[in-house]
């Protein structure tokens, strides 16, 4: 399903993303500066394009509790949550944004994907005492990272609801897949981010009606550069059609250990307490020296000995994973997110290899530092040690 542009996109200077985010801006005419804005908790994101999907009626946290990898059934009015929809064999179908307010559920999810989520609850519904509606293009997401003043879910606010994200801290049930299970150790652990779920009108060709005096608009490039700095997986971009939760640290937030069935809860299982994921996010510190950063989908291949690259040993060399997510970070320089053969030595340089051998390779050096480790898996016995602090 098509995502129609934003009105954000004729503002004077506002460019537009690229992939999944071409139907809002990518940065307004001074990334540099939105990116600050948006650290210092003064700016909005515009994420119109991602789907909003509705729940309403007596059964449906009880309901929803059946189909997710998340308990539900006795979230609090307010509570955010984050649940997944799995198949059989526990690969991620939708990753969802979720908060109830009392009366409805509100889910949010990668664009495109509304239309194909509210169709399949539709199918499931049976018995139960629920309506699911898509209200894409109804309402729209903005993004920030601080609670915008006056625009709290009740009463006569500008939002309907808002969800903060629960990222990284360790949910009721869930289980982390780095090293040391302590989230305060996490270096994303003063990470905050919040959608605000708001009536499409407010945003108009003139800026998002309401805002608060002082705050501004920051583009996606923004938001994805703070989301890749706080190892935080996206749906569609650090994901395929055979990820599985582990493999990503998902099991944190989104996933209950210790609830009732749902589908592909065997393999969530069996993974957790019996195997190790077959393959590891990790995060990527790349050299900033060249002009143009790789793109997503390049190859992710371990530097041959020597000290410097051998381009054409590094040329035939088999990839160890894929480059996920890039992005330009306002301090720590170019970063990224990397899916890694789970065997890949956590100690390797790398080198992300660009192009073909028809038009050339390019390659970019990487350093790795560890997102789920090596380890994760075989939860009996799990050594304990950690990754990096503090980068943000």
Same mark, same amino acid.
């Given at each position: 399903? %098509?995502?129609?542009?934003?009105?954000?996109?004729?503002?004077?200077?506002?460019?537009?993303?690229?992939?999944?985010?071409?139907?809002?801006?990518? &940065?307004?005419?001074?990334?540099?500066?939105?990116?600050?804005?948006?650290?210092?908790?003064?700016?909005? =994101?515009?994420?119109?394009? *991602?789907?909003?999907?509705?729940?309403?009626?007596?059964?449906?946290?009880?309901?929803?509790? =059946?189909?997710? %990898?998340?308990?539900?059934?006795?979230?609090?009015?307010?509570?955010?949550?984050? !649940?997944?929809?799995?198949?059989?064999?526990?690969?991620?179908?939708?990753?969802?944004?979720? =908060?109830?307010?009392?009366?409805?559920?509100?889910?949010? $999810?990668?664009?495109?994907?509304?239309?194909?989520? #509210?169709?399949? +609850?539709?199918?499931? *519904?049976? #018995?139960?005492?629920?309506?699911?509606?898509?209200?894409?293009?109804?309402?729209?997401?903005?993004?920030?990272?601080?609670?915008?003043?006056?625009?709290?879910?009740?009463?006569?606010?500008?939002?309907? @609801?808002?969800?903060?994200?629960?990222?990284?801290?360790?949910?009721?049930?869930?289980?982390?897949?780095?090293?040391?299970?302590?989230? #305060?150790? &996490?270096?994303?652990?003063?990470?905050?981010?919040?959608?605000?779920?708001?009536?499409?009108? $407010?945003? !108009?060709?003139?800026?998002?009606?309401? +805002?608060?005096?002082?705050?501004?608009?920051?583009?996606?490039?923004?938001?994805?550069?703070?989301? $890749?700095?706080?190892?935080?997986?996206?749906?569609?971009?650090?994901?395929?059609?055979? /990820?599985?939760?582990?493999?990503?640290? +998902?099991?944190?937030?989104?996933? &209950?250990?210790?609830?009732?069935?749902?589908?592909?809860?065997?393999?969530?299982?069996?993974?957790?307490?019996?195997?190790?994921?077959?393959?590891?996010? !990790?995060?990527?510190?790349?050299?900033?020296?060249?002009?143009?950063?790789?793109?997503?989908?390049?190859?992710?291949? $371990?530097?041959?000995?020597?000290?410097? #690259?051998?381009?054409?040993? @590094?040329?035939?060399?088999?990839?160890?994973? /894929?480059?996920?997510?890039?992005? +330009?970070?306002?301090?720590?320089?170019?970063?990224?997110?990397?899916?890694?053969?789970?065997?890949?030595?956590?100690?390797?340089?790398?080198?992300?290899?660009?192009?073909?051998?028809?038009?050339?390779?390019?390659? /970019?050096?990487?350093?790795?530092?560890? =997102?789920?480790?090596?380890?994760?898996?075989?939860?009996?016995?799990?050594?304990?040690?950690?990754?990096?602090?503090?980068?943000?």
């Amino acid at each position: 399903m %098509s995502v129609l542009p934003s009105a954000l996109l004729n503002l004077p200077g506002a460019v537009a993303g690229n992939g999944p985010d071409a139907p809002v801006a990518a &940065h307004y005419g001074h990334p540099n500066a939105e990116q600050r804005a948006l650290v210092e908790g003064s700016a909005v =994101v515009d994420l119109s394009h *991602r789907g909003v999907v509705t729940v309403s009626g007596a059964d449906r946290l009880t309901w929803l509790n =059946v189909l997710t %990898s998340q308990k539900l059934d006795r979230l609090a009015p307010g509570t955010s949550s984050e !649940t997944l929809f799995l198949d059989i064999q526990g690969r991620i179908e939708f990753d969802c944004h979720l =908060v109830d307010d009392g009366e409805t559920t509100w889910l949010t $999810v990668e664009p495109g994907q509304n239309a194909g989520l #509210a169709d399949w +609850l539709q199918k499931m *519904r049976f #018995a139960s005492r629920v309506e699911v509606a898509d209200r894409t293009g109804e309402i729209a997401v903005l993004g920030s990272t601080a609670a915008v003043p006056g625009w709290g879910a009740d009463g006569d606010s500008v939002a309907v @609801a808002r969800w903060q994200d629960p990222w990284p801290a360790i949910g009721e049930g869930g289980y982390p897949y780095t090293t040391d299970p302590d989230p #305060a150790q &996490h270096p994303a652990a003063d990470w905050s981010w919040n959608e605000y779920l708001v009536p499409a009108s $407010v945003l !108009t060709e003139s800026g998002v009606d309401a +805002l608060p005096e002082g705050w501004t608009l920051a583009g996606t490039m923004a938001s994805e550069a703070l989301r $890749v700095a706080a190892l935080r997986p996206r749906q569609g971009m650090d994901t395929d059609e055979r /990820t599985i939760p582990h493999e990503i640290d +998902l099991v944190r937030t989104a996933v &209950h250990m210790d609830k009732g069935c749902y589908k592909g809860q065997e393999t969530i299982a069996r993974v957790h307490n019996l195997g190790r994921p077959p393959r590891r996010l !990790t995060f990527l510190q790349l050299d900033g020296s060249g002009h143009t950063l790789p793109a997503p989908g390049s190859d992710v291949v $371990v530097r041959p000995e020597g000290g410097t #690259a051998d381009e054409a040993e @590094a040329a035939k060399a088999r990839p160890v994973g /894929t480059l996920t997510s890039v992005a +330009l970070h306002h301090e720590m320089g170019p970063i990224a997110l990397a899916m890694l053969k789970r065997n890949t030595d956590p100690e390797a340089e790398l080198l992300v290899r660009s192009g073909s051998a028809e038009d050339g390779w390019s390659f /970019t050096a990487a350093t790795q530092e560890t =997102v789920v480790s090596p380890q994760a898996g075989q939860v009996v016995g799990r050594q304990t040690g950690f990754l990096r602090k503090g980068a943000r």
